[in-house]
């Protein structure tokens, strides 16, 4: 390039003087172009050296040093004469679009590390929440081994509860899980309480034998013989945990009137986050649940829907996902045996518990049966509370309360009483109310209900051990209850 403007030079500076020239351009013999500028001298005959011009050699060599300096400006800066202004307008628009699509893309990638971040974060602080959960378990379980009583010094009042077992069993008429006579049993004393909380702490037994102690010590109390009002409720006990993210919310059960092959030490555990919930466990004791260990799986025909589950009479009750349907699985041929629509009942996140979780549609079991509990447009979500038919799913009677059904937490029956918990998570919650069907009347109370592990997703009385059942963020526990006389 350089030579050519040279030329092009040359030419224009003799035009300029009236004299003849030509300028010819072609390519050599490597094919390389090449330019050939003529001009004949105007005084000289003959050619002298070159060297003895040394004025244009000078001019000559400063013209090409200025066409090399303006050539390097022009690449450095992208073409800054009129060529270069003309390719780089042709290409400023496509250079900003490409910009704009990589800062957007940019952006979009900052977003996503932020909230990959974020939920880094929150599973780190669970994680450390966990951890935490689990060391104090260990630590309880450890002080509970420590001050477990030396043997031959158990208390009087474990050897009161042991010495009543024992006879029955030699006695051999009757079956482990009779009833001792008031004589033999101790009796449910309200006062002092401190005395029996500091009891319960001093020992440690199997859960098996723990179930078996507790049932043998209720039913010879004056307080707890037949039905009457809730009045107490005691401290959670932990029977076993889930272990995986399916178990976070769940029912666990047994059935209080049992058919054979089952007994009322089976039990039974449904972890129920998911969209196809289907697995029943079923378990020979409370001790194998606590080992994680199940006899058997049985899969439901039907998903069920959230946590409202009861097992009763060799039937597991349970709503079919998506539906107002309430279903009866029989335990033994392991079909679906009935099934039942409730008439204008909310389902799928329309009148749940308080804690979420499709809690739309409940079932339950007291002295008296079977019943559910829902809410209807018409109650304007207030609890509406059913009578059902254990075989054929068909509704004796309805009662409509004034109860609203999203603000409580849970509820369960006893003795033909709705009592509702206050919160799903409050440590010190309580149970708040109570709707007797005797009378269609509900009541407040505030009876101490304590939430150890701060989320509380289902509440279920047996009637068969007068105890609640409930699941408590991955935690399976049971609360002794007190009634009054009827």
């Not at 000289?44 to 050699?57: I, M």
């Not at 009129?82 to 490409?98: F, T």
């Not at 060391?135 to 031959?152: D, H, N, W, Y």
Request: hydrophobic share 35%; charged share 25%; glycine share 10%.
């Amino acid at each position: 390039m350089l030579g050519a403007w040279l030329l092009l030079w040359g030419a224009l500076a003799l035009g300029s003087r009236g004299e003849t020239a030509s300028l010819r351009r072609a390519d050599d013999s490597t094919g390389r172009c090449t330019y050939t500028f003529t001009v004949a001298s105007p005084v000289e005959a003959g050619c002298p050296d070159a060297s003895g011009v040394p004025e244009l050699r000078a001019e000559l060599a400063a013209l090409a040093a200025r066409l090399s300096r303006l050539e390097g400006r022009e690449r450095g800066t992208g073409g800054s004469g009129p060529r270069g202004a003309e390719v780089g307008g042709a290409r400023d628009p496509q250079h900003a679009a490409s910009a704009a699509r990589l800062e957007a893309a940019y952006s979009e990638l900052l977003r996503a590390k932020s909230r990959l971040e974020e939920e880094k974060g929150r599973l780190e602080r669970e994680k450390e929440e966990l951890g935490r959960r689990l060391e104090s378990s260990t630590q309880e379980i450890a002080r509970l081994r420590a001050t477990r009583c030396p043997p031959g010094r158990e208390g009087p009042g474990r050897d009161a509860l042991r010495a009543p077992v024992k006879a029955v069993r030699r006695a051999g008429s009757v079956p482990t899980h009779a009833v001792p006579g008031p004589a033999a049993a101790p009796r449910w004393d309200p006062q002092p309480l401190a005395y029996q909380e500091l009891q319960s702490e001093r020992t440690e037994v199997p859960a098996s034998q723990l179930l078996e102690e507790t049932a043998l010590s209720r039913p010879g109390s004056e307080d707890s013989a037949g039905c009457g009002e809730l009045v107490w409720v005691g401290e959670p006990v932990v029977f076993g945990r889930a272990e995986s993210i399916a178990g976070k919310y769940g029912v666990w059960m047994k059935d209080p009137e049992p058919v054979s092959p089952f007994t009322r030490e089976t039990t039974w555990r449904v972890d129920t986050v998911g969209t196809e919930v289907r697995q029943l466990f079923q378990y020979e004791a409370a001790e194998q649940l606590a080992r994680g260990y199940p006899a058997k799986v049985h899969i439901l025909p039907q998903p069920l829907e959230s946590t409202g589950a009861v097992i009763y009479r060799g039937g597991l009750f349970f709503q079919p996902r998506r539906s107002r349907t309430v279903a009866r699985y029989d335990l033994r041929g392991e079909t679906v045996t009935a099934e039942r629509e409730i008439p204008g009942a909310g389902y799928h996140g329309q009148y749940p518990y308080s804690w979420g979780g499709y809690t739309d549609i409940d079932l339950a079991v007291d002295e008296t049966g079977l019943w559910v509990i829902y809410s209807t447009e018409k109650a304007r979500g207030a609890i509406v509370l059913s009578k059902l038919d254990p075989d054929t799913l068909e509704i004796r009677r309805t009662w409509e309360t004034n109860i609203r059904k999203r603000g409580v937490a849970n509820s369960f029956v006893i003795c033909g009483t709705l009592y509702t918990v206050s919160s799903y998570s409050a440590p010190n919650a309580t149970i708040n109310f109570a709707y007797d069907t005797a009378t269609s009347t509900s009541r407040a109370l505030s009876i101490p209900f304590e939430n150890r592990f701060r989320y509380l997703s289902m509440v279920d009385y047996n009637p068969a051990e007068r105890q609640l059942f409930a699941w408590d963020s991955f935690n399976m526990v049971t609360y002794p209850v007190r009634l009054s006389q009827a």
